[in-house]
């Protein structure tokens, strides 16, 4: 079966079988390698992805149910703004990210700073709960998200005034 | 199996066509329960599969002002959007107990109530809450309160055939509430299982009161709840303490740890009642 879908911003349609996880059709049919599938059971965070906007583990989505739909993954959303705001407001705060889970907490943050402009601490840390990885302070980590939020106010502030 | 096999109904009367021709096709909304059951790289899913959560009638909630009405493909994460007021507080903390905000994106109500393995976490609080679910085939519907998908032995029993459609949650005020999920909580295990309370009072008097426990058993006794209504509050510590002996008893079914934790969360429950 193919399908056709909108990966990071361009209309794309991939071979898909129905035993495919979406997160293994990412990595092997456009070499988007950002994507895991190690827990395949949305626990470990290291697949997540925009789905329509909304923040999901790939691996627990078939390939063939991407039909129609739109996925950002962190190579698309690298792309953004709003990518570089977050990787400056985890800068700011002291946040050092590993390997492990820097695409996840990235992707996280931006589903949740969709959401809500502004969230709280416990919001902050119920989100990125998302992205388990004991290499980065909570605290820490909240601080970088609300830098965040105010980096981009700023941001849309400015736009908005031009 | 050939992708081909996957069906994309665009509305529900495609779907109940679908349902009625091919009885043994494998109903798909969110999914997150069958995948991760699976934990190879490759899925293993019937040869034929019905994909509903893009439907429609399925996709809506809304408040009217008898009940919360919410289609069966709604996830459990525009379930929360709706909020506590809507949801009522006890709703609204069973379905928080759900995986990580990003499986509450995938997840569904309906596939949350529709397991045949085991209660998820959604069942105690529905059933306290005597909500009530839709089945839809091409003959008509037929709403069946959830206490009703308890089989013998405490085990799930949901029906066979028919799609689930809606779920009614009745609008009731309620004074008190309790909701405790215990064991392992990312995902189901044999000692996962949601303890729920709920209670209200009239005038001084304990005017409604229920509890459900339910993991890979369900338990609720309408006969100890109706035992303790009509009872003037607050309740002294002896008949607490009778309550709490009959409640040990119908955990006595469950494996020992989980039958502790019951009778410490009735316990607990009966502890609102008695202040």
């Known amino acids: 079966m193919t399908v056709s879908f909108i990966l990071n911003g361009e209309d794309v349609s991939a071979k898909a079988r129905s035993v495919d996880r979406l997160a293994d059709l990412l990595r092997h049919s456009f070499n988007l390698l950002g994507v895991r599938s190690d827990c395949r059971s949305g626990r470990c965070g290291r697949c997540l992805i925009l789905l329509d906007g909304r923040l999901v583990p790939s691996c627990l989505v078939p390939a063939f149910n991407v039909r129609g739909k739109e996925v950002v993954t962190i190579e698309g959303f690298a792309q953004t703004e709003d990518y570089r705001d977050i990787v400056e407001g985890f800068k700011s705060a002291g946040v050092e990210t590993c390997g492990f889970c820097e695409a996840p907490k990235i992707m996280a943050s931006a589903a949740l700073l969709d959401r809500k402009p502004r969230p709280t601490a416990r919001e902050i840390l119920e989100q990125l709960s998302c992205a388990p990885c004991r290499c980065t302070d909570p605290e820490a980590l909240v601080r970088a998200v609300q830098a965040v939020a105010e980096s981009r106010a700023r941001r849309l502030y400015r736009r908005a005034g031009q | ?275």
């Not at chain 2, 066509?17 to 190879?40: C, K, N, V, Y």
């Not at chain 2, 909701?179 to 996962?192: C, E, I, N, S």
């Open chain 2, 1 to 275: 199996m050939l992708a081909s096999d996957v069906h994309f109904p665009k509305d529900l009367a495609e779907a109940l066509d679908i349902l009625r021709r091919r009885p043994g096709i494998l109903i798909f909304a969110g999914g997150t329960d069958i995948l991760r059951e699976q934990g190879s790289r490759g899925l293993s899913l019937p040869p034929e599969i019905l994909c509903i959560q893009d439907l429609p009638e399925l996709g809506r909630a809304g408040l009217s002002e008898r009940f919360l009405e919410i289609g069966s493909a709604v996830t459990i994460a525009e379930l929360l959007d709706l909020g506590e007021a809507a949801l009522t507080p006890l709703l609204a903390e069973a379905l928080r107990g759900i995986g990580n905000s990003a499986i509450r994106n995938l997840a569904t109500i309906g596939g949350n109530l529709a397991s045949r393995q085991r209660f998820m976490d959604s069942w105690p609080a529905l059933a306290c809450l005597d909500g009530l679910i839709e089945l839809r085939d091409q003959g008509g519907s037929t709403w069946i309160n959830v206490n009703r998908l308890v089989g013998e032995g405490g085990r799930p029993a949901f029906p066979e055939g028919g799609l689930l459609t809606r779920i009614r949650v009745p609008i009731e005020r309620w004074d008190a509430y309790a909701l405790r999920k215990v064991g392992p909580r990312f995902y189901p295990a044999p000692d996962t299982a949601v303890f729920a309370f709920v209670a209200r009072a009239e005038k001084g008097i304990l005017a409604d009161v229920r509890i459900a426990f339910a993991g890979e058993l369900a338990l609720r006794s309408q006969a100890l709840e109706t035992s303790l209504i009509g009872r003037s509050l607050p309740l002294s510590p002896r008949e607490a303490s009778s309550v709490a002996d009959n409640y040990r008893s119908l955990g006595s079914s469950l494996p020992e740890g989980l039958a502790l934790q019951f009778g410490a969360l009735v316990d607990a429950a009966l502890g609102l009642l008695s202040r």
